[in-house]
T-cell receptor
Framework: AQSVSQHNHHVILSEAASLELGCNYS??????LFWYVQYPGQHLQLLLK??????LVKGIKGFEAEFIKSKFSFNLRKPSVQWSDTAEYFC????????????FGTGTRLQVTL | GAVVSQHPSWVICKSGTSVKIECRSL??????MFWYRQFPKQSLMLMAT?????????EQGVEKDKFLINHASLTLSTLTVTSAHPEDSSFYIC????????????FGPGTRLTVL
């Protein structure tokens, strides 16, 4: 079974700082990778996803993620964070050929200060 | 597009009673819906996969007799927590997968269940 690790549990950044959130997965086969965001009091929203092709994926709100197969990683990046990016970020993995079940990481709480 | 709603958004019930939570895909047909449970400051744990017109597939450790799932139509799935106990208090979230989308799931806002 696949698993997902997010090593940063709580990150505090000042506005305009650059962001990188780590995500590593363990699975020997082909995977689909996702980043979801959960703003305070809101539901999970898809930030970006990778199925195949260009390993550098661009999502909404200026976020991007890079799939590095050799490192089993899918780190999320943003060059300059805003206060409105304060939220919980979840990395998730699904394996192809299954019922598209998502396995989530434990989440990273991002706090952006003014 | 791709909006998923849940009802109710929160519910408080007495121990021993049953609670039904609805999950609806508002602007698409969902052949597959998923039910998750989220504990405070923890990640989402998949409870079961619900396919329209067939029995749900439960994850290991989830009691199928306690968490009854019905997926009666392409836009509605329900989760019934039977004989609820305080340890069932949690945040329950559903998601739906459009039939034409390979793997993207769209999430509902969640239902906060508190069992007294």
């Amino acid at each position: 079974a696949q698993s997902v690790s997010q090593h940063n549990h709580h990150v505090i950044l000042s506005e305009a700082a650059s962001l990188e959130l780590g995500c590593n997965y363990s699975y020997g086969g082909t995977v689909n990778l996702f980043w979801y965001v959960q703003y305070p009091g809101q539901h999970l929203q898809l930030l970006l996803k990778y199925f195949s092709g260009d390993p550098l994926v661009k999502g909404i709100k200026g976020f991007e993620a890079e799939f590095i197969k050799s490192k089993f990683s899918f780190n999320l990046r943003k060059p300059s964070v805003q206060w409105s990016d304060t939220a919980e970020y979840f990395c998730a993995v699904s394996t192809t050929g299954t019922a598209s079940k998502l396995t989530f990481g434990t989440g990273t709480r991002l706090q952006v200060t003014l | 597009g791709a909006v998923v709603s849940q009802h109710p958004s929160w519910v408080i019930c007495k121990s021993g009673t049953s609670v039904k939570i609805e999950c609806r895909s508002l602007d698409f047909q969902a052949t597959t819906m998923f039910w998750y449970r989220q504990f405070p400051k923890q990640s989402l744990m998949l409870m079961a996969t619900s396919n329209e017109g067939s029995k749900a597939t439960y994850e290991q450790g989830v009691e199928k007799d306690k968490f009854l799932i019905n997926h009666a139509s392409l836009t509605l799935s329900t989760l019934t927590v039977t004989s609820a106990h305080p340890e069932d208090s949690s945040f329950y979230i559903c998601s739906a997968k459009p039939g034409t989308s390979a793997d993207t799931q769209y999430f509902g806002p969640g239902t906060r269940l508190t069992v007294l």
